[in-house]
């Protein structure tokens, strides 16, 4: 698959993938006072919301309880195969210095960086406290609906860095929660939302259900370009090789059933992009 008018990230040779050190995780539900370090580098946009991407239509779930209900219960399963969390792990690597603060946004039980990085401070947020008491790279974790409340409780220019895996189809306000990711980052934080094929089909938006692989990746960017100041958005892509397949592995892929996960990265920066 091509995807036309924006900018591919070159990607280095992958490395093979790495099992997760155990280690007794320290996890409090209370998160202690925000940091209070900000960078030198001066604050030139505000972050503010350019456009509305979704319309009223296109924010709508097929299953309209609460999403709180819907995650009640843990989930200990992972929800993208090996070869996904691999790529996404190394792309931690080469975007994560291990003096970073770091949010975990939508995150779960499962932690995808990398094992023997040791980073300055890991926040999770989650619907299920459950999960995310076991996700031993967690040093802080909170619950929190960001379909009812987008707002993060965190002063501005607080992290280095936020990640959101396989979770940004089930925003039903992503403007709202792009702008709040802007706030808290530091100048020249990087913001990296990662996605495939999978989903809780009937809590994805319809924006997303309806859409086509193309039109998602095309969908994450207009998400970032709705907030003044994030730079133009980088894409990063890992395709399965192709192979013959049938009507019955369109239906699985269609409910993320698919055993072979693509892989897609958008990542932006706020204000501008450091130069390592």
């Known amino acids: 698959m091509h995807l036309s008018n924006q900018t591919t990230k070159p990607w280095p040779s992958l490395l093979p993938s790495l099992s997760h050190h155990p280690s007794k995780p320290q996890h409090l539900s209370k998160l202690p006072p925000p940091s209070s370090s900000s960078s030198s580098q001066p604050n030139t946009s505000a972050g503010n919301i350019k456009r509305l991407v979704l319309s009223p239509e296109g924010r709508v779930k ?16 992972t929800h993208v195969d090996d070869s996904f969390i691999s790529t996404l792990t190394d792309l931690y690597r080469e975007q994560l210095k ?49 379909n009812q409340d987008q707002k993060l409780e965190f002063d501005d220019e607080s992290f280095d860095a936020v990640l959101c895996t ?65 730079t133009q958005p980088e894409v990063v892509k890992k395709l399965p090789m192709k192979s013959k397949t049938s009507p019955l592995d369109g239906i699985m892929r269609l409910f993320g059933l698919s055993q072979s996960d693509p892989f897609y990265a958008v990542i932006s920066y706020r204000n501008f992009k450091p130069s390592n």
């Open 166 to 230: 396989v979770s940004v189809q089930y925003l039903q306000q992503p403007e709202k929660v792009f702008a709040e990711v802007f706030r808290i980052l530091k100048p020249g934080g990087v913001f990296i939302v990662s996605f495939s094929n999978r989903m809780f089909y009937e809590k994805a938006i319809s924006a997303w259900r309806e859409g086509t692989a193309y039109s998602r990746v095309q969908l994450v960017l207009r998400y970032f370009l709705s907030v003044d100041g994030f």
């Open 62 to 77: 097929l299953n309209p309880s609460s999403d709180r209900e819907f995650y009640s219960f843990p989930r200990f399963v």
């Open 98 to 146: 291990p003096d970073y603060e770091i949010l975990d946004l939508m995150s779960s039980w499962v932690s995808h960086l990398p094992p023997e990085v040791k980073y300055k401070r890991v926040v999770g947020h989650g619907l299920n406290a459950q999960e995310l008491a076991r996700n031993s790279r967690l040093d802080y974790f909170f619950v929190k609906d960001l």
